[in-house]
T-cell receptor
Framework: KNEVEQSPQNLTAQEGEFITINCSYS?????LHWLQQHPGGGIVSLFM???GKKKHGRLIATINIQEKHSSLHITASHPRDSAVYIC????????????FGKGTKLSVKP | SQTIHQWPATLVQPVGSPLSLECTVE??????LYWYRQAAGRGLQLLFY??????ISSEVPQNLSASRPQDRQFILSSKKLLLSDSGFYLC????????????FGSGTRLTVV
């Protein structure tokens, strides 16, 4: 079993829909990251969370440390949101090494 | 803010040939540096990390090696590539403090033929 599990693996939505991507992890962590990977492969960091909730524009990320679960929400989705969204955790006590989920491929149709 | 330059973007190499991928970081000093690989259908996996010049830690046994000859330069190498070395290679940088996030390079897609 992977230490970081994401669901769903693939997600197709219509423009304007509210989207949720889930991430569960099985190790003790010091932080959780949500990343966005575009078709060319480059990765952009969206959020770093250790507790609670963060919001940036139409993106919202939440984390529940007790349940070892995080969600990434996209409100009013747009075709330009189409990308692979990756959850990654930094194991507590590590040198900052990240453990990555396999990613969720999101496609938003106009 | 930090910027990572990683090249080349794509590479097709024959089996048995050498490999050298380079990553340089701007806008910071003494960062932690990482090489990750994403094989087809799998998540990114840590290959090497470095907390300082000449300091390399390997997470998984493999056909690859890494070096950090300068503070902001991280190199991934192989003497003889295998087919299984194909994948997407990503360099990342992080300041040592816990509340700093990561910066990622644009990645190199390597195909070994």
């Amino acid at each position: 079993k992977n230490e970081v599990e994401q669901s769903p693996q693939n997600l197709t939505a219509q423009e304007g829909e509210f989207i949720t991507i889930n991430c569960s992890y099985s190790v003790g962590i010091s932080a959780l990251h949500w990343l966005q990977q575009h078709p060319g492969g480059g990765i952009v960091s969206l959020f770093m969370l250790s507790s609670g909730k963060k919001k940036h524009g139409r993106l919202i990320a939440t984390i529940n440390i007790q349940e070892k679960h995080s969600s990434l929400h996209i409100t009013a989705s747009h075709p330009r949101d189409s990308a692979v969204y990756i959850c990654a955790v930094r194991r507590g006590g590590s040198q900052g090494n990240l453990i990555f989920g396999k990613g969720t491929k999101l496609s938003v149709k106009p | 803010s930090q910027t990572i330059h990683q090249w080349p973007a794509t590479l097709v190499q024959p089996v048995g040939s050498p490999l050298s991928l380079e990553c340089t970081v701007e806008g910071t000093s003494n960062p932690n540096l990482y090489w990750y690989r994403q094989a087809a259908g799998r998540g990114l996996q840590l290959l090497f990390y470095s907390v300082g010049i000449g300091q390399i830690s390997s997470e998984v046994p493999q056909n690859l090696s890494a070096s950090r000859p300068q503070d902001r330069q991280f190199i991934l190498s192989s003497k003889k590539l295998l087919l299984s070395d194909s994948g997407f290679y990503l360099c990342a940088s992080k300041q040592g403090a816990a509340n700093y996030g990561y910066t990622f390079g644009s990645g190199t897609r390597l195909t070994v033929v």
